[in-house]
C-alpha cells in the first residue's frame, strides 16, 4: 500500500510516506511559517521514494484540535492532493496520534494527552489500551481524575503544569511531545481501517468563537 | 505556446467573505464561476468574523470546484494553472484557498500562481465584451479599500490616492448600521436614499477643499451619526445627505485624477460600484469630460472567482508563476509590488 501522512495541526510540521517497504519521512519544528512548508517536504520525501501522488492508495491526515490555521492548513492540503487524483483519505484526531505515539515510546497504555488550546483551556484526550477515549475542550482544573501510573504528554502540560498535575495525580509529563506523521500511517494500519471519499474536513473543539451583536 | 492550444486557468477567491471560483479559458475567455457568499453568516455578528469566514472556505471551496469544472463540461486533467488570491485580505480566509490551491496545483503538475484581490478588481472589466484600453484611471471602491490608480499597464500600477481611515464601503456600512439598516448595509442604504430628500441636510465632501487625491469617510460617518441623534425621524433623508456627499466626493477626486493624468478611461470596480447613484454621476462626469467609463457588470462588482481566474490566465500565460511550492500568503500587498506583464 502506498500511503501519505501529513500533519501541520500544531507547532510542527510533518510528512510521511510509505510505498514498497520503504517509509521516508520528514518532521520540522522552530522554523517560521512551518505549515507552509509541508508540499517541500511532501517533494522531499515523493522523490526519495520514487513515486507519484496518483500513486497513493489513501493519504491519512490530522484533522483537529489544534491552532486553528494550523488544523485548516492540514486539511486544506489534504482536500488538494486528494481531489488532484481522487485519493481517498482518513483523518485522525491530533490527540489520538499523540497518545498513540507517546504509548509506544514510554510502553504504556495509560496517556493522558492535553495540548495547550488558549484561553486558559487545554485539548484534552485521555489514551488508554490502545484508543482515545474521549476529546473534550476543558478548564485544566476540570479534566479527568486519573492516577499516577498516567504519562502525561502535550504543550498543555508545561503551560497549565500545576493545576493539571493537581487535578489528574499524574506524577510524569513530558510537555514537548508533538505529533508525527509517521505514527500517523502506524495508526492507520494497526487499526485496520478504511479510507472514504468524503471531503477531508476540521474537527476543532472549540466552536464558540464568537458573540451574537446585542444591536 | 501554441495558439491553437486552448490554456485553461481555475481561479480561487477567499479573501474575505465570499468563496469564488472562476474558470477562464484563451478560447472562450470566462467559461464558468461560482460564488458562495457568507453574508447571511457573518450579518447576525454585524460584521465579517474571520474566524467564521475561514470555517466556511474549507467547507466550500472544493465542492465549488468540483461544480464549476462541471458547469464546464472540464476535468481537472484539462486544467492548465491554478491561480488563488494571496492578498491583501483576512490572513485565515487567505490561508485555506492558497492551501487548495497549491496542493491541487502540486498534485496535478501544473503551475500555481498568487494574485493580487485588487487587481482582479481592477481588471475585472475585462471579462466584459466592451473592455476598456490602458492607460485609464482606476477607482476601486469595496468595503475594505478606496483607491485610486494610475493604470498603464497590466501589472504596473501607480497609487494616485487612497482612503486615510475608512473605505467607502465600510463608511456606508457603518453608517447604514447606524441609521438601523443592518449588515451588510451599503445596499440598504442606498435603497433607502432614493426616499430622501437632498436639500434637508447638507454634508460636507471631505478632503475636496485641498489638493490631492487621498479620500477620508470616516468624519463623514460621525456626521451622519451625530445627524441621526438630532434627527431620528430623518433616516431617509440622512442616508440621501450621506450618499450624495459619498459620491461627490469620490465624483471630484476621480475628475481630479484624470485631469492630473491627462488619460481619457475611467474603470470603476469594487463592491460600492454597484451604487447605481454613482454610477449615473459618474456617467455624467464622463459625457461632461469626454472620458469613456468602465464598470463590471454587477456580479463582479463584489468578490469572485472569475476575476481571480482572468488575472491569474493573463500572467500564467505570460510564464509567471509561484516560485517555490511553500504556502504563502500577503495579507498587505501593494499594488505596486506586482510584475508587470
Known amino acids: 500500500m502506498n500511503l501519505l501522512a501529513i500533519d501541520t495541526c500544531t507547532e510542527v510540521c510533518s510528512v510521511s510516506l510509505s510505498a514498497g517497504g520503504v517509509k521516508i519521512s520528514r518532521f520540522v519544528k522552530d522554523v517560521d511559517k512551518k505549515s507552509g512548508l509541508i508540499l517541500p517536504l511532501c517533494d522531499e520525501v515523493f522523490a526519495k521514494v520514487g513515486i507519484g501522488v496518483s500513486e497513493l492508495d489513501g493519504i491519512i491526515y490530522t484533522r483537529g484540535p489544534g491552532t486553528f490555521t494550523g488544523v485548516r492548513m492540514c486539511v486544506a492540503v489534504a482536500q488538494g492532493l486528494s481531489l488532484a487524483s481522487a485519493i481517498p483519505t482518513l483523518g485522525f484526531s ?3 496520534v499523540i497518545g498513540f505515539g507517546a504509548a509506544k515510546k514510554y510502553n504504556t497504555q495509560k496517556i493522558a494527552v492535553a495540548l495547550d488550546a488558549r484561553m486558559g483551556e487545554v485539548y484534552w484526550g485521555v489514551y488508554e489500551n490502545a484508543k482515545l477515549q474521549s476529546e473534550v475542550l ?29 487535578q489528574t495525580k499524574v506524577s510524569k509529563f513530558k510537555a514537548d511531545f508533538y505529533p508525527q506523521a509517521q505514527n500517523l500511517i502506524e495508526l492507520y494500519l494497526r487499526k485496520n481501517n478504511t479510507f472514504n471519499n468524503k471531503l477531508p474536513l476540521p474537527k476543532y473543539l472549540r466552536n464558540n468563537i464568537v458573540q451574537k451583536s446585542l444591536k | 505556446m501554441s495558439v491553437e492550444h486552448n490554456f485553461i486557468t481555475l481561479g480561487i477567491e477567499s479573501s474575505c467573505d465570499e468563496t469564488g471560483i472562476g474558470l477562464y479559458a484563451t478560447k472562450q475567455g470566462l467559461i464558468a464561476h461560482r460564488l458562495f457568499s457568507q453574508v447571511n453568516i457573518h450579518a447576525e455578528y454585524g460584521g465579517v468574523v474571520p474566524e467564521l469566514a475561514s470555517r466556511e472556505h474549507i467547507q466550500r471551496i472544493v465542492p465549488l470546484v468540483k461544480m464549476v469544472l462541471a458547469d464546464a463540461n472540464l476535468n481537472l486533467a484539462d486544467l492548465g494553472g491554478i491561480a488563488y488570491t494571496a492578498g491583501p485580505g483576512l490572513a485565515g480566509a ?10 491541487l496545483a502540486w498534485g496535478l503538475g501544473i503551475n500555481a500562481l498568487a494574485v493580487h484581490h485588487m487587481e482582479g478588481h481592477l481588471l475585472a472589466p475585462l471579462l466584459e465584451n466592451l473592455q476598456p484600453k490602458m492607460p485609464f484611471v482606476a477607482l476601486l471602491v469595496s468595503g475594505g479599500h478606496s483607491l485610486l490608480v494610475d493604470v498603464r499597464g497590466i501589472g504596473c500600477y501607480k497609487i494616485l490616492g487612497q482612503s486615510l481611515d475608512d473605505a467607502a464601503g465600510e463608511a456606508f456600512d457603518k453608517t447604514a448600521k447606524i441609521l438601523g439598516l443592518g449588515y451588510p448595509g451599503g445596499p440598504a442604504l442606498a435603497k433607502l436614499a432614493e426616499e430622501g430628500d437632498e436639500s434637508v441636510f447638507k454634508f460636507p465632501r471631505p478632503m475636496t477643499n485641498r489638493p490631492g487625491l487621498d479620500f477620508s469617510f470616516s468624519g463623514l460617518k460621525t456626521f451622519a451619526r451625530n445627524t441621526f441623534i438630532q434627527h431620528p425621524q430623518k433616516k431617509a433623508d440622512i442616508a440621501k445627505a450621506f450618499e450624495v456627499a459619498s459620491i461627490q466626493t469620490l465624483t471630484i477626486k476621480c475628475r481630479r485624477a484624470l485631469e492630473q493624468t491627462g488619460y481619457k478611461t475611467l474603470v470603476v470596480a469594487g463592491g460600492v460600484s454597484a451604487n447605481l447613484a454613482l454610477r449615473k454621476r459618474l456617467d455624467i462626469m464622463g459625457e461632461n469630460l469626454k472620458v469613456a467609463v468602465f464598470y463590471p457588470r454587477q456580479e463582479f462588482c463584489t468578490d469572485n472567482g472569475a476575476m481571480i481566474a482572468l488575472v491569474g490566465h493573463l500572467r500564467l500565460l505570460q510564464g509567471q508563476c509561484d516560485s517555490d511550492n511553500n504556502i504563502n500568503i500577503k495579507p498587505r500587498w501593494s499594488l505596486e509590488e506586482l510584475l508587470a506583464v
Do not use: H, M, R
Open chain 2, 94 to 103: 487567505l490561508l485555506v484557498g492558497a492551501a487548495v490551491a497549491k496542493s
Open chain 1, 138 to 166: 476543558k478548564k485544566p482544573n476540570a479534566v479527568t481524575k486519573l492516577s499516577a501510573d498516567f504519562i502525561g504528554v502535550g504543550t498543555g502540560w508545561g503551560v497549565y503544569q500545576s493545576e493539571l498535575l493537581k
Open chain 1, 94 to 96: 491530533t490527540l489520538e
